[in-house]
């Protein structure tokens, strides 16, 4: 148990539906993170959210939309998606104090997009 | 540019065997590192981390790793491998004054064999 969860853990979709990923962490962390992991490619970190302000964006195309109503809660809302965009997506947290500098990796959500 | 390689994309070992993972990375100052390990289905779980100090780190499940700045590279050993060690390994390294942009290795593939 990671003490970050993420669902669903597996969804199918079609290039026109509408949906959203959450992410949960049980960790008291304040910073948040969604990551892409493709085959064959590094992990591509996505946004960044520090005390449920968005402080990265690394170029991600805005049919992803991320929310962070709060420290505790990661959304990614999902809309006309493309096949490319089939991949495990994975959140992380990381404490903002203390010195440890590590991210905490949910299980991720495999999306698969028809 | 910061980057990190792990040129070994699959290793096969036999059970008890011994095993090192080779991580190179490019940066301009002494970053942090990390060793993450993923089990198919899952997230990323940190095996150990160097931060400052002692240049031999020791993680979880028996593993160790080396950091070696002259040669840049933070190389991930274990003396004798079981079967459940069979996961995928990433290599990552951070900015000291800005761990939110973790990069990632391509991650290399680890199979055992009984």
């Known amino acids: 148990e990671t003490g970050v969860t993420q669902t669903p853990r597996h969804l199918v979709m079609g290039m026109t539906n509408k949906k959203s990923l959450k992410c949960e962490q049980h960790?008291?962390?304040?910073?948040m993170y969604w990551y892409k992991q493709s085959a064959k490619k590094p992990l591509e970190l996505m946004f960044v959210?520090?005390?449920?302000?968005?402080?990265e964006n690394n170029s991600v195309p805005s049919r992803f939309s991320p929310e962070c109503p709060n420290s505790s809660h990661l959304f990614l809302h999902l809309h006309t998606l493309q096949p490319e965009d089939s991949a495990l997506y994975l959140c992380?947290?990381?404490?903002?104090?203390?010195?440890?500098?590590?991210?905490?990796f949910g299980p991720g959500t495999r999306l698969t997009v028809l | 540019a910061q980057s990190v390689t792990q040129p070994d994309i699959h290793i096969t070992v036999s059970e008890g065997a011994s095993l090192e993972l080779r991580c190179n990375y490019s940066y301009g100052a002494t970053p942090y590192l990390f060793w993450y390990v993923q089990s198919p289905g899952q997230g990323l779980q940190l095996l150990l981390k160097?931060?400052?100090?002692?240049?031999l780190v020791q993680g979880i499940k028996g593993f160790e790793a080396e950091f070696k700045r002259s040669q840049s590279s933070f190389n991930l050993r274990k003396p004798s491998v079981h079967w459940s060690d069979a996961a995928e390994y990433f290599c990552?390294?951070?900015?000291?004054?800005?761990?939110?942009?973790?990069?990632f290795g391509t991650g290399t593939r680890l199979q055992v064999f009984p």
């Open positions: 960790l008291g962390h304040n910073a």
């Open positions: 992380a947290s990381r404490p903002t104090s203390g010195g440890d500098h590590e991210q905490f």
């Open positions: 160097y931060f400052s100090g002692d240049t």
């Open positions: 990552a390294v951070g900015a000291r004054y800005n761990t939110d942009k973790l990069i």
């Open positions: 959210y520090n005390f449920k302000e968005q402080t």
